[in-house]
């Protein structure tokens, strides 16, 4: 294949065409799983909301395990196969390794994730995301799992193969940029993930082929849950990179340091991984040691280092805006950011979300004892929608509103629509999230079809309140799904039926082209030396009081959380 | 010594290893401390706390389970609420419960403040033990004996949901256990509750 390039003429980068339609292709089958998953969706919380209940038992369950799949595995993955391909390509200027197998993998990927649709929605796999065995799902399910996996994993493959090429051929100078570090430290995980795939899915498989008697369910868990949990790490850490990213393209956001930056990704690579074990807390397998070391990722290192980045990340934003002369009061900076560019309105939501919702909740679920109050609540899904959504996924659609002009070369459509689409997408997961965290701290359980239990043999009766707070995940649900259905509409516009970007002068605002484009937050030329004043002198705050303020009263919400928690624990029962 | 001013999207020239702010050093400090009070407070819980998801846990063949359980109820059976057996074992002793789909067998007749060594299996899939309203949670599996001393701290009617998808009735799965009063008597009861079956 030739290695036809062209120059970007936003950011003056070599883009590789080959490379750009990898990229391209996996960000559009993205959107179409995020399609089939914000439908699934707006069914399933029509149907949680009690009030509403919409569905039939039968495909309640049904579309949930539809939504997981499409949500939290094809959306996700396909999405970061393209960060992976613009990363190790367009950030380096580099051609990518095997564009060829890189199509093998995309129909790879394609062909498993059709097959997954298939059997799902035929009723042949009715065993919920998890498939947890003894429940049993046709074998082409585990096929389609294993085919998919199978291909993500070779494209990751690629990803590190251009990362050597991109060094051999010295398409940078010095060391990869921290938002490709960011990217490697994904790649890293996502080998780590995929292998549970492939470790748990193969002997599954050939359990449901009657090849081998059974699968024990225990160890199923423990091995699933490196899959399951671990590829949410992915997310963590591929949204991490995106941050990083937008604070440069938005608001000239700097790195306050590459080593403390650096270091907390490193901290991901080496413990995230062991977050599957949250899952297993209340579970008969494992003893409180295992439990402990586990689940606290080895002395909460996973939380250090997301307690950096959400130090880092907005003290970088806050640097890049003093630098660039927004240094007025404590808070300026946050007041004059540029909040009508969606790249930016949604990235600094996914940052606020994820972390004091998001964040917060799972660390404190994921505490040993207090898991009892919320395994299996609609807590943890209250927890993972403001992480997975609220966070990767905003995060990803406000990057997006940068690829479409960058990448796919087409003005962002329905540009009035797309400035508040980060808002209402982001209010309403928000409003979903803390609806069920609540109804979650009443006892209610998740995946369940029927909370009024007409058909069971004794009455359950919730608290009234727990109307309420279903009635606020039901509204946050619906604005949510609007949110998403306005994303897809936005994007699929865009890609196809777009306007081209054509040209602009520099320093002016152009609709449908974010302002971090066509007015780029450049900094002054002597910006070294602002920097040195900036840092000369300044005690414990630092250039950054600013921040320092918000990451003290993001410390003071955790505490406070953390404790309630213990507290409401120990009115239980005793147990142990 | 600060680093040239670049963005995340930079190739970093040279040695990017270098110190950090004291800004940043606070910051990673305080949260490196608090991470340690997250840590330390599980085995803290442990040692003082009074509920903690360790038990005692042992693997079990599931039909073997079960026949406990049924020669359990037998055993203490004092009369029958829906078809299934109401058991009060005595304080103190090895109390059984079964999960199976879609059912909770049988129902528990507890003392308030007394201790029993609860055991919980599966015949046959994965269920999620949910005590109602108390919130108490378990993951209970076929092929595993997960037994925990409970001690209940209030009287009361109270049910067990499955939280753990286990089919298409699971909906329909819930249990009870009784609680009475340190005297033995019961406080309240479901009596006048519909019966399942028609909604």
Redesign the interface.
């Known amino acids: 294949m030739p290695d036809a390039f062209r120059t970007c003429p936003a950011t003056g980068r070599r883009i590789h065409l080959g490379a750009e339609a990898l990229v391209k292709a996996n960000a559009v089958v993205a959107v179409v799983a995020l399609l089939i998953g914000a439908i699934a969706a707006l069914l399933l919380v029509l149907t949680r909301w009690q009030a509403v209940h919409l569905l039939p038992?039968?495909w309640y369950?049904r579309i949930l395990g539809v939504h997981g799949m499409n949500m939290l595995i094809f959306f996700i993955i396909y999405f970061e196969m393209a960060v992976l391909w613009f990363c190790c390509t367009a950030?380096?200027n580099s051609r990518p390794a095997a564009p060829r197998l890189g199509w093998v993998s995309f129909a790879l990927m394609f062909i498993g994730a059709a097959m997954v649709e298939w059997m799902q929605w035929s009723g042949r796999a009715?065993v919920?995301f998890t498939s947890?065995?003894?429940?049993k799902a046709d074998p082409l399910f585990y096929l389609g799992v294993i085919l998919f996996a199978v291909g993500a994993l070779t494209v990751v493959g690629l990803f590190f193969a251009t990362l050597v090429i991109a060094k051999r051929e010295k398409t940078?100078?010095?060391?990869?940029?921290?938002?490709v570090y960011?990217a490697i430290t994904a790649a890293i995980i996502a080998v780590i993930t995929l292998l549970h795939g492939a470790m748990i899915y193969i002997p599954t498989f050939l359990w449901s082929l009657g090849i081998i008697p059974e699968v024990?369910?225990?160890m199923y868990?423990l091995v699933w849950w490196g899959l399951g949990h671990s590829s949410q790490q992915i997310n963590v850490a591929a949204m991490v990179?995106v941050w990083?990213?937008l604070?440069?393209?938005t608001v000239?956001?700097?790195?306050?340091?590459?080593?403390?930056?650096?270091s907390a990704f490193v901290l991901y690579v080496l413990f995230i991984s062991m977050a599957s074990a949250h899952h297993?807390?209340?579970?008969?397998?494992?003893?409180?040691a295992w439990?402990?070391v586990n689940?606290?990722y080895f002395?909460?290192?996973a939380?250090?280092a997301s307690?950096?980045h959400g130090?880092?990340v907005p003290?970088?934003m806050e640097l890049?805006m003093r630098?660039r002369g927004y240094t007025d009061g404590l808070f300026g900076w946050l007041r004059r950011a540029p909040w009508g560019d969606p790249g930016f309105s949604g990235m600094v939501l996914s940052v606020i979300v994820f972390g004091f919702v998001g964040g917060i909740t799972g660390?404190t679920i994921g505490?040993?004892?207090i898991?009892?109050?919320?395994?299996?609540?609609l807590r943890i899904p209250g927890h993972f929608h403001a992480t997975v959504v609220s966070g990767t996924a905003m995060a990803f659609m406000a990057a997006t509103y940068y690829l479409l002009p960058l990448v796919f070369r087409r003005k962002v459509a329905f540009w009035a629509a797309a400035k508040w689409q980060p808002y209402l997408f982001s209010l309403g997961m928000l409003l979903l999230s803390m609806g069920m965290t609540f109804a979650g701290?009443?006892?209610v359980?998740?995946?369940?079809?029927?909370?009024s239990?007409?058909?069971?043999?004794?009455?359950?009766q919730f608290?009234p309140a727990v109307d309420l707070v279903l009635a606020v995940m039901g509204i946050g649900g619906i604005m949510a799904v609007t949110g998403a259905l306005l994303f897809i509409a936005i994007a699929v516009k865009s890609v196809f039926f777009g306007e081209p970007v054509g040209e602009w002068k520099i320093g002016t605002y152009v609709p449908g082209i974010p302002p971090g484009i066509t007015n780029p937050p450049v900094?002054a030329a002597n910006?070294?030396e602002i920097?040195?004043r900036m840092?000369a002198g300044?005690?414990?705050?630092?250039?950054?009081p600013g921040t320092?303020v918000l990451?003290f009263v993001f410390?003071g919400a955790?505490?406070v959380y953390?404790f309630t928690n213990?507290k409401l624990?120990?009115q239980?029962?005793?147990?142990? | 010594m600060l680093t040239k001013v670049h963005t995340g999207l930079d190739p970093v020239p040279g040695i990017w290893w270098k110190p950090a702010h004291r800004a940043e050093k606070v910051w990673v400090g305080i949260a490196f401390a608090w991470c340690m009070v997250l840590f330390a407070m599980m085995p803290l819980w442990h040692w003082k706390g009074g509920q903690n998801p360790s038990g005692i846990r042992t693997r079990v063949d599931p039909k073997a389970f079960l026949a406990r359980t049924q020669a359990f109820a037998k055993q203490y059976q004092v009369e029958t609420d829906r078809g299934v057996p109401v058991v009060a074992p005595p304080p103190g002793s090895d109390i059984y419960l079964t999960a199976m789909t879609y059912q909770w067998y049988p129902i528990l007749k507890l003392v308030n403040g007394k201790t029993y060594r609860l055991h919980i299996s599966a015949l046959d899939v994965n269920h999620g033990f949910s005590l109602y309203p108390v919130n108490v949670n378990l993951q209970i599996m076929p092929g595993y004996d997960y037994a925990l001393e409970v001690t209940p701290n209030a009287a009361g009617d109270f049910r067990i949901v499955c939280n753990e998808f286990c089919g298409i009735g699971h909906h329909t799965m819930v249990g009870r256990v009784i609680v009475t009063d340190d005297a033995g008597n019961t406080v309240s009861d479901n009596r006048t509750a519909r019966v399942g079956g028609a909604p």
């Open positions: 038992a039968v369950y950030l380096l009715d919920l947890y065995p003894p429940l940078y100078e010095g060391s990869v940029p921290l938002v960011g024990d369910p225990q868990r990179a990083y990213m604070a440069g393209l000239g956001g700097v790195v306050l340091n590459e080593k403390v930056s650096r297993l807390l209340v579970d008969p397998g494992f003893g409180p439990k402990i689940t606290s002395m909460y290192m939380v250090l307690m950096i130090f880092t003290a970088g890049g630098l660390v505490t040993e004892q898991n009892i109050i919320a395994h299996n609540t701290s009443f006892g359980p998740r995946r369940h079809w029927d909370i239990f007409s058909q069971a043999p004794f009455d359950v608290n900094h910006v070294d920097n040195e840092h300044r005690g414990f705050p630092g250039p950054t320092m990451v410390l955790f505490m953390y213990w624990l120990s239980l029962w005793k147990l142990g």
